[in-house]
């Protein structure tokens, strides 16, 4: 069972960017939480300055920013009860996929762990979020799987693994897959890949279209076996 989150809604929410970053092999560096979080680098150094405060964090310069044992535990505590209230909103209440994220980080704020484990039981012990990324059980966040698929070469067949946390930040983003079709589970084959243009040419069944390769980067694959 979590631990029942003690930290203020806006350091839950840096918690939560810095142990997504630390899940997909990012250093978690001032400039980069500015730019998830859509907050200013002044705001990000002061309550960067806080949760070290209230040791939640530590910082060591190029090394970026880490978790203390605390920070980990309600890190991860976030985590399960974000995911699990985007699960719960799909699946029971029918909120469409591209609009669970925003939903969800209303709805998880007033979970408690007793109403968090209960959901998970009720929902059949889920393993991911219904974009993908895995549900933390036991206070323990699974390894993410696959690559990105900006980092796919041309001429590659890819599974979709998971979506991003950082794309489901964008509704527009995110309404755009879906119109795709770009969700777990989806096939995709890369045909070319521009670099020079920022775009990779890909398609789907018989459906090519082009892709940013920046919004690629928060598709992550798996490659599938020839």
Known sequence: MTEKTSATGTAEEYLEAILNLA?????????????????SP???????KRMKRDNLITTNGKEGISLTEKGMRLAIGIVRRHRLAERFLMDVLKIPW??????A????????????????EVLGKPATCPHGNPIPVDDVLPPIRGVPLNTVAAGSTVV??????????????MEYFEQLGIKPGATITVTEVAEYAGTMSVSMGKKPFSLGTKAAAMVWVILRNP
């Not at 001032?30 to 859509?38: N, P």
């Not at 591209?98 to 939903?103: D, F, K, M, V």
Request: hydrophobic fraction near 35%.
């Open 160 to 173: 979709v693994e998971r979506i991003s946390e950082e794309a489901n930040r964008s509704q527009e983003l």
């Open 42 to 48: 002044p705001t990000v150094t002061a309550t960067l």
């Open 23 to 39: 899940s997909e092999g990012k250093k978690a560096l001032g400039a980069r939480l500015a730019g998830r979080l859509q907050v």
């Open 105 to 120: 980080c209303l709805l998880e704020h007033a979970m408690s762990d007793r109403v968090v484990d209960r959901l998970y």
């Open 98 to 103: 591209c609009e669970t994220h925003q939903e």
